[in-house]
T-cell receptor, first 113, second 116 residues
Framework: NAGVTQTPKFQVLKTGQSMTLQCAQD?????MYWYRQDPGMGLRLIYY???????DKGEVPNGYNVSRLNKREFSLRLESAAPSQTSVYFC????????????FGNGTRLTVT | AQTVTQSQPEMSVQEAETVTLSCTYD???????LFWYKQPPSRQMILVIR??????QNATENRFSVNFQKAAKSFSLKISDSQLGDAAMYFC?????????????FGTGTRLKVLA
């Protein structure tokens, strides 16, 4: 089972460049999420999609955009990368059930120079 | 808004010993779910255990158990017979059971070192 698949695993960007992080899941999750992980700050929610066709801002949405292309795919775009966006990014999915845990992808380490 | 606090940035335990990681949370809700995740050096996020707030019985998964104290808003993780493979970052997370709420809120994590 593939689960939640993120690409790429690593990426280096220069300030001002753009890129899209891809995420796909085959677990029939209704909800999908993008988090960033920074030392000492835990995981902070960037955007989420409660269901296909909807997206909402999380705690730290500035500088990012998302697209829920279909039920399986949820992409995160950085239009103009900044050094403050250097981080590890995780995509995750869950069922609608309240006791459903998040299932995570393996993360993308992004460095912006 | 709900918050999750892990006050121990780092803990150490001797192999085969028991260690408890602390997690407190703040909420005005009566129904919610709590989770512990493990993140080893591989960066993968692995679900360790989950607890439903309306269940008084503490959840247990093999060597992992929780001490859930709803009135104190505390959700600690106990690891018994610690193994070298338990060395990782551990994150506590909260999810509301309120209809229409989809967010999972994480603490800042505790790094666990296991000493041989």
């Amino acid at each position: 089972n593939a689960g939640v698949t993120q690409t790429p695993k690593f990426q280096v960007l220069k300030t001002g460049q753009s890129m899209t992080l891809q995420c796909a899941q085959d677990m029939n999750h209704n909800s999908m999420y993008w988090y960033r992980q920074d030392p000492g700050m835990g995981l902070r929610l960037i955007y989420y999609s409660a269901s296909e066709g909807t997206t909402d801002k999380g705690e730290v949405p500035n500088g990012y955009n998302v697209s829920r292309l279909n039920k399986r795919e949820f992409s995160l775009r950085l239009e103009s990368a900044a050094p403050s966006q250097t981080s590890v990014y995780f995509c995750a999915g869950s069922r609608t059930d309240y006791n459903s845990p998040l299932h995570f992808g393996n993360g993308t380490r992004l460095t912006v120079t | 808004a709900q918050t999750v606090t892990q006050s121990q940035p780092e803990m150490s335990v001797q192999e085969a010993e028991t260690v408890t990681l602390s997690c407190t949370y703040d909420t005005s809700e009566s129904d919610y779910y709590l989770f512990w995740y493990k993140q080893p050096p591989s960066r993968q996020m692995i679900l360790v255990i989950r607890q439903e707030a309306y269940k008084q019985q503490n959840a247990t998964e093999n060597r992992f158990s929780v001490n859930f104290q709803k009135a104190a808003k505390s959700f600690s993780l106990k690891i018994s017979d610690s193994q070298l493979g338990d060395a990782a970052m551990y994150f506590c997370a909260y999810r509301s059971a309120d209809s229409g709420t989809y967010k999972y809120i994480f603490g800042t994590g505790t790094r666990l070192k296991v000493l041989a």
